[in-house]
């Protein structure tokens, strides 16, 4: 039985950055509180929302979106009502719908999705049939004082209750960690950090990169049991080299994740961040050189401009090409040169966000590479778990704002929404986050 609602709905209007067509256009409307449209909704109290890079495609109105509707997909906030889906008694659905409370600190990610369906059981919960993009016309976004967050027992994570996801950390280790970590800091979990993780996790999983790690050839890399052939494999060839295209804030956080996997699991490596802005550059740069060894250790690092990390992975792969390419721009050039920089049998990661224009390179030159290629939006609800461990691991990171190596560079008032996208747009800033209390 379900219990009524937990929390009597809020009612009257509230402050929102809207986007209105055709492009450029942002306002801070008032409009009314979002209410509980169906039973597995809950209303979030938003805290903090941020800026992205990918609300900046319908900003410049190539979003193919028409419609006015709040901003914003990266959120944290405090649950003030929820649907009479969820109560105690609730069995055999995700455990959110038993154990979440009006009270609870959440953070969501940028899309919904059910939990329920063979689709998010395994994992790819980005592409839950059910789900939805916040900030966009088919769901409202966080980038308001209020948001209504559908399939919420499926979609959210309880900062309240760390019990409620898996983790390498014990539950008192959560529980400790939780209590010194910022909002702005667990805001990352929304959207960049397991963004960026996901790029890294997924390359280095890989089949192609086995031969590599495993130091087996291909295909005796799959299957450890098996003796007999002479392993050939020299230790040169076992070393991972790797470029990262696009050092935005999802393209660093794929870097620190990529540096702590292969750190962690003593593989020998060489990573070129690419990027041919420079103060993108010089944040990396800045980044790489905070980290302690232990999330670095093994390896060379290089933060170089387009025409410079051509050079260098010629020089650090003797001209075969990188083992990997993570590309975190999403755009044909960005590909392009992705594909000029992987080596035969190599794995091209993209986590940018492409658009209509056709994949810069055709069948005869991915048969001639062997070339794998992996797209697609992140499952973050999937890769909360690594990214919350990462995100305490890595505080001398994550824990800052305004500093060199902050991913974060500001925490402003709705009054400054027009003029922050307008710079970030430009790339005279960096993240910038909302206070919509403020
Ligand atoms: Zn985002
Ligand atoms: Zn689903």
């Not at 789900?131 to 967050?149: H, I, N, T």
């Not at 961040?273 to 232990?294: C, F, G, H, L, W």
């Not at 990171?397 to 991913?407: C, D, K, P, Q, T």
Request: a negative charge; hydrophobic letters at 40%.
């Amino acid at each position: 039985m379900a219990q009524p609602l937990a929390s009597t709905e809020l009612t009257g209007l509230q402050k929102a950055i809207r986007w209105h067509p055709p492009s450029y256009d942002i306002r801070v409307d008032e409009v009314p509180i979002p209410r509980i449209l169906h039973p597995d909704d809950a209303i979030v109290k938003v805290r903090l929302a941020a800026l992205c890079g990918s609300d900046l495609h319908i900003y410049r109105g190539h979003g193919g979106v028409n419609a006015v509707h709040i901003c914003g997909h990266e959120f944290i906030g405090e649950v003030v009502a929820l649907g009479s889906s969820f109560g105690e008694e609730v069995n055999g659905r995700p455990a959110l719908y038993s154990q979440l409370k009006v009270g609870h600190k959440i953070v969501s990610p940028f899309t919904s999705n059910c939990g329920e369906c063979s689709v998010c059981r395994l994992g790819y919960t980005a592409r839950c049939p059910e789900g939805f993009l916040f900030g966009s016309p088919a769901l409202d976004g966080g980038q308001a004082q209020y948001v209504r967050v559908p399939k919420a027992g499926g979609t959210l994570f309880n900062l309240s209750e760390p019990s409620t996801w898996s983790s390498d950390m014990s539950k008192t280790g959560r529980e400790t960690a939780l209590s010194k970590l910022s909002d702005s800091s667990l805001l990352v979990l929304a959207d960049i950090l397991p963004t960026g993780v996901f790029a890294a996790l997924q390359t280095i999983n890989h089949p192609k990169v086995q031969p590599v790690l495993t130091g087996r050839p291909w295909p005796l890399c799959f299957s450890p049991g098996i003796e007999g052939e002479t392993l050939s494999v020299l230790q040169e060839d076992r070393v991972f080299t790797a470029a990262i295209i696009g050092l935005g804030p999802v393209g660093v956080c794929a870097a620190i994740s990529l540096l702590d996997a292969v750190s962690t699991r003593s593989i020998p490596f060489r990573i070129i961040a690419i990027d041919p802005n420079e103060s993108r550059r010089t944040k990396m740069q800045a980044v790489y050189d905070t980290i302690d060894e232990s999330g670095k250790k093994g390896g060379d690092f290089a933060v170089l401009s387009i025409d410079d990390a051509k050079v260098k992975a010629k020089e650090w792969t003797h001209g075969v090409g990188c083992t990997a390419v993570l590309e975190v721009v999403g755009n044909p050039s960005a590909l392009s040169l992705a594909y000029d920089l992987v080596r035969p049998f190599g794995v091209i990661t993209s986590v940018g966000v492409h658009g209509e224009p056709p994949l810069p390179f055709n069948g005869r030159e991915v048969y001639g590479k062997n070339v794998s290629l992996d797209f697609g939006r992140c499952p973050a609800r999937a890769m909360f778990p690594p990214a919350f461990d990462l995100l305490v691991k890595r505080q001398d990171i994550f824990g800052g704002v305004g500093e060199a190596s902050s991913l974060i560079d500001s925490i402003v008032s709705f009054d400054e929404a027009a003029a922050s996208y307008s710079s970030f747009d430009k790339g005279e800033v960096g993240k910038v986050i909302f206070d919509p209390w403020k």
